[in-house]
């Protein structure tokens, strides 16, 4: 599972790396979700969106944190594509994305990940 390989890698890159928000979130940390996927060839494509968090949306500098980790992020992922089971990992955008639930400062990075 494509989302299984890219949470372990950014794990091991020192990135906190959920399937979805932890129930008490704390620091910074980035939430992965599949949007999207698709098959031809015997290759498979996913649409992965990367959420970075910072730790508090009234602190400016948990906006700036937001950033950075998104930052990071995107640098860690340009390297995913030397994964075995991984053929290509493109950028497709990132903006910010505030999470206006949970009031917290959250940057999305959406990647299409080509994969076997």
């Excluded at 890159?13 to 008490?24: G, I, Q, R, T």
């Excluded at 979130?25 to 098959?39: A, D, I, M, Q, W």
């Excluded at 970075?52 to 944190?65: E, I, K, M």
């Amino acid at each position: 599972m494509i989302e299984e390989i890219i949470q372990n890698y950014l794990r091991e890159n020192a990135f906190p790396c959920y399937l979805s928000v932890p129930e008490k979130p704390s620091g910074n940390f980035c939430v992965l979700e599949k949007t999207g996927s698709g098959y031809e060839d015997g290759l498979y494509a996913a649409t992965l969106a990367v959420q970075s968090y910072g730790p508090n949306a009234t602190d400016h500098d948990g906006t700036l944190d937001a950033s950075r980790l998104n930052e990071e992020v995107k640098a860690a992922m340009e390297d995913a594509a030397e994964l075995p089971e991984v053929s290509s990992c493109e950028l497709s955008t990132d903006y910010r994305f505030p999470d206006t639930t949970r009031k917290l400062p959250r940057y999305q990075a959406v990647f299409e990940v080509v994969h076997y």
